[in-house]
């Protein structure tokens, strides 16, 4: 990645400075070593562990969701994205394909398919196949990136009406430690994704 290759020409600047291009650059880590544009919905749910990154196989709307339950939410949305994926049904007819895929299905080519489980397993089968190729996702490397969800988490705040002890809770913990704040709502969304994909 050019950031990264720009931290080793001018380490001096960064060292004199004290941040990096890196740091200074948006994007997900896919594995140790490779790495991808978040999808364009700036919400925490593009940001969390996928073993598809840069799709909408996720839950990207607006929600103030605790990251156990937002990785549990982004885990079933993604179940339920990937239909049309497998369909090769426009995602943007998800709302009425979703309820009547399964009926098409069997009516019109005598597929008898439960997709959930189909989706499920194709999942499950990606992220076993990413772990055994180092290509995991790993906890996000630049400040930028985790200064998104810090920002995301006020910026909710500031709209949600009535109070929200959860919100109110990591907005603090991001105040106090932002580094250890990130580490633990990457690995508590991490966490609810697998509970659901992996059973």
Same mark, same amino acid.
């Given at each position: 990645?050019? $950031?990264? %290759?720009?931290?080793?020409?001018? $380490?001096?600047?960064?060292?004199?400075?004290? /941040?990096?291009?890196?740091?200074?650059?948006?994007?997900?880590?896919?594995?140790?070593?490779?790495?991808?544009?978040? !999808? &364009?919905?700036?919400?925490? *749910? /593009?940001?969390?562990?996928?073993?598809? &990154? *840069?799709?909408?196989?996720?839950?990207?709307?607006?929600?103030?969701?605790?990251?156990?339950?937002?990785?549990?939410?982004?885990?079933?949305?993604?179940?339920?994205?990937?239909?049309?994926? %497998?369909?090769?049904?426009?995602?943007?007819?998800?709302?009425?394909?979703?309820?009547?895929?399964?009926?098409?299905?069997r009516r019109g080519? *005598?597929?008898?398919?439960?997709?959930?489980?189909?989706?499920?397993?194709?999942?499950? %089968?990606?992220?076993?196949?990413? &772990?055994? !190729?180092?290509?995991?996702?790993?906890?996000?490397?630049?400040?930028?990136?985790?200064?998104?969800?810090?920002?995301?988490?006020?910026?909710?705040?500031?709209?949600?009406? $009535? %109070?929200?002890? &959860?919100?109110?809770?990591?907005?603090?913990?991001?105040?106090?430690?932002p580094e250890q $704040?990130?580490?633990?709502?990457?690995?508590?969304?991490?966490? *609810?994704?697998?509970?659901?994909?992996?059973?």
């Amino acid at each position: 990645m050019a $950031a990264k %290759e720009l931290d080793m020409w001018f $380490a001096d600047r960064v060292a004199n400075v004290g /941040e990096s291009f890196s740091d200074n650059t948006l994007y997900l880590s896919y594995g140790e070593t490779g790495c991808i544009s978040p !999808a &364009q919905y700036w919400v925490p *749910g /593009e940001f969390v562990p996928l073993p598809i &990154q *840069g799709k909408y196989l996720t839950n990207y709307c607006i929600n103030s969701l605790p990251p156990r339950e937002l990785g549990r939410s982004c885990a079933e949305r993604a179940i339920k994205e990937m239909y049309s994926e %497998e369909i090769g049904i426009c995602r943007f007819h998800r709302c009425w394909s979703e309820r009547t895929v399964e009926t098409l299905l069997r009516r019109g080519r *005598g597929i008898d398919l439960n997709l959930d489980e189909h989706c499920r397993e194709l999942l499950q %089968e990606i992220i076993e196949y990413d &772990q055994k !190729a180092s290509q995991y996702p790993v906890f996000w490397e630049t400040k930028k990136t985790r200064n998104v969800i810090r920002r995301y988490l006020l910026e909710v705040r500031n709209k949600l009406p $009535a %109070e929200d002890g &959860q919100l109110d809770r990591w907005i603090e913990k991001f105040n106090n430690s932002p580094e250890q $704040a990130a580490k633990e709502y990457w690995e508590e969304t991490r966490k *609810g994704y697998e509970e659901i994909i992996k059973g």
